[in-house]
């Protein structure tokens, strides 16, 4: 099984509003990755989780945090964000962070911002 | 510093092959390969790693010219299931990096 899962599918929140997305994932790997997708361009990352220890953090607001309670589930806080981060949140994993690894990536949460 | 892609879009009829290109200004580790359609996440097809190790997937193949610092993915015989957004994601030789930078995408749309 290489699914990983993300909940939930759309969400909408205004700029004053606080929500998370959650990423799950049962394949006993140890990195997990946040990445954000604008329209027709490629996915960008924003973090990365290593052994649920946060390894990269690509410049990202302060308005977006992460966490990683255990070594299956990833959530990302959203608070006082801005209509241009509007997009699409995508959540992957690999066995552990190595350039090697295949990333496997969930659906998406397909964030708007009012 | 993001990979390029080319070409950016390109339209085939089922049956007909594309090559599609990746290349980059800095040395690279491993090349990913990833097919992404329209309101799902991408797919792993592919990975290319330094010293010529490749991996595959269904009936699609690819290169990897380290000296270049090129890769290239090779679609034959076209299916409309190929139909989608193809990435490149590459990991540069620096220090420690190991994250993936993804090129700007190449559209394919399979026509029956």
């Known amino acids: 099984d290489t699914e990983v899962t993300q909940t939930p599918k759309h969400l909408v929140m205004g700029m004053t509003n606080k929500k998370s997305l959650k990423c799950e994932q049962h394949?006993?790997?140890?990195?997990m990755y946040w990445y954000k997708q604008k329209a027709k361009k490629p996915p960008e990352l924003m973090f990365v989780?290593?052994?649920?220890?946060?390894?990269i953090n690509e410049s990202v607001p302060s308005r977006f945090s992460p966490e990683c309670p255990n070594s299956s589930l990833l959530n990302l806080h959203l608070h006082a964000l801005q209509p241009e981060d509007s997009a699409l949140y995508l959540c992957a994993s690999s066995q552990i962070y190595r350039s090697t690894d295949t990333q496997y990536f969930g659906p998406g949460t397909r964030l708007t911002v009012l | 510093q993001q990979p390029v892609q080319s070409p950016q879009a390109v339209i085939l009829r089922e049956g007909e092959d594309a090559v599609i290109n990746c290349s980059s200004s800095?040395?690279?580790?491993?090349v990913h390969w990833y097919r992404q359609k329209h309101g799902e996440a991408p797919v792993f097809l592919m990975i290319?790693?330094?010293?010529?190790e490749q991996k595959g997937h269904e009936k699609i193949s690819a290169s990897f010219n380290e000296k270049k610092q090129q890769s290239s993915l090779y679609l034959t015989a076209s299916q409309l299931s190929y139909s989608g957004t193809y990435f490149c994601?590459?990991?540069?030789?620096?220090?420690?990096?190991?994250?993936?930078?993804f090129g700007s995408g190449t559209q394919l749309t399979v026509l029956p």
């Open positions: 290319l790693l330094k010293g010529g």
């Open positions: 394949m006993g790997h140890r990195a």
């Open positions: 989780y290593s052994y649920e220890k946060l390894s």
């Open positions: 800095k040395a690279l580790y491993s």
């Open positions: 994601g590459t990991v540069f030789q620096t220090g420690s990096a190991r994250q993936l930078t």
